[in-house]
Nanobody, 127 residues
């Protein structure tokens, strides 16, 4: 089992920045795909970003089209933590943001790829 806890959400003005954190615990994370998704009220859950998590191979990052160039995903292996740096925030970025983890294969942008999910953290961008 893997437990995921998100933090760092809050209220920010348009153009501002936030950094979300996802702390993982439980099974040792040696090779995982870690992702961020978001869900706004009345909308489907949307892929935001993902990063491969391996102690012995290079990192690969994936981004959704709507956040490409504004958001950056990173990880700290020593802390078992994944980060999502969000810059140039827009009102349409307002959503609950969820961290997810996958041990197996599958597309990084697809919800069924992920078997573990956090409880979410709210991000609100005000204009």
């Amino acid at each position: 089992q893997v437990q995921l806890v998100e933090s760092g959400g809050g209220l920010v003005q348009v153009g501002g920045s936030l950094r979300l954190s996802c702390a993982a615990s439980g099974r040792t994370l040696t090779s995982y795909l870690m992702g961020w998704f978001r869900q706004a009220p009345g909308k489907e859950r949307e892929f935001v970003a993902a990063i491969t998590w391996s102690t012995w191979s290079s990192v690969t990052r994936y981004y959704g089209d709507s956040v490409q160039g504004r958001f950056t995903i990173s990880k700290d292996n020593a802390k078992n933590t994944v980060y999502l740096q969000m810059n140039s925030l827009k009102p349409e970025d307002t959503a609950a943001y969820y961290c997810a983890a996958s041990q197996g294969g599958g597309s990084a942008s697809q919800i069924p790829t992920y078997g573990y999910w956090g409880q979410g953290t709210q991000v609100t961008v005000s204009s």
